[in-house]
């Protein structure tokens, strides 16, 4: 595709619900980064994955946030059990490789709202 | 750990001003990259400009420039001839050299863009 893409783009949920957000990555690039975006904390990094592996999940801020990626292209952040303190704007990146040179290019974000 | 610092929330600038926007950051790596992204209110974050560490001339992309002290650990964003699509958030983000490159933002900067 043109670029990377998100859906949904906003999404509104109750707390207690599980949430899926989908990352479709610039095609052929390897790397692909989530980070969430909140007013209290600012953007930060959530985990990323070269290929379908993810070598760096530290950002994860709990057991209830998972993510994985298939085929080496979409990706899907996974929220069960939704907190008030989740709700964000989540962004994902993708770049060509894992490298610091490689420019990461980012989505619209999906914007989560916990009722 | 990496910090990133931007100690204006806000700036202002007249059309066709120059405007600069500050950023420091602490990091005990030698290799490593600095990067001011845009974000407008689509929320879509677009790479202005970067600058690799072990490069002493200063980045510059047609308007954009940086001022990069690297002693001094400081990494400002001059805009010259300010125009009204340049109204945004600004971002000032750090990477280390080598590979995982997730980003360390800094808390940004909204800068408004006067007629």
């Known amino acids: 595709g043109a670029g990377v893409s998100q859906s949904p783009s906003n999404k509104v949920t109750e707390k207690g619900k599980d949430v899926e957000l989908r990352c479709d990555p610039i095609?052929?690039?390897?790397?692909l980064y989530w980070y969430r975006q909140s007013l209290g904390q600012g953007l930060e990094f959530l985990i990323y994955?070269?290929?379908?592996?993810?070598?760096?999940k530290s950002g994860l801020p709990s057991d209830r946030f998972s993510a994985e990626r298939t085929g080496g292209s979409v990706s899907t952040l996974t929220i069960q059990r939704t907190q008030q303190e989740d709700s964000a704007v989540y962004l994902c990146?993708?770049?060509?490789?894992?490298?610091?040179?490689?420019?990461?290019?980012f989505g619209p974000g999906t914007r989560l709202t916990v009722l | 750990a990496q910090t990133v610092t931007q100690s204006q929330p806000e700036m202002s600038v007249q059309e066709a001003e120059t405007v600069t926007l500050s950023c420091t950051y602490d990091?005990?790596?030698?290799?490593?990259?600095l990067f001011w992204y845009k974000q407008p209110p689509s929320r879509q974050m677009i790479l202005v400009i970067r600058?690799?560490?072990?490069?002493?001339q200063n980045a510059t992309e047609n308007r954009f420039s940086v001022n990069f002290q690297k002693a001094a650990k400081s990494f400002s964003l001059k805009i010259s001839d300010s125009q009204l699509g340049d109204a945004a958030m600004y971002f000032c983000?750090?990477?280390?050299?080598?590979?995982?490159?997730?980003?360390?933002f800094g808390k940004g900067t909204l800068l408004t863009v006067n007629p």
């Open positions: 990146a993708s770049s060509l490789e894992d490298r610091a040179i490689d420019t990461q290019y």
């Open positions: 095609s052929g690039h390897t790397a």
């Open positions: 994955f070269q290929g379908n592996s993810a070598p760096d």
């Open positions: 990091t005990s790596e030698s290799d490593y990259y």
């Open positions: 600058q690799e560490a072990y490069k002493q």
């Open positions: 983000a750090y990477t280390r050299g080598g590979s995982n490159y997730k980003l360390t």
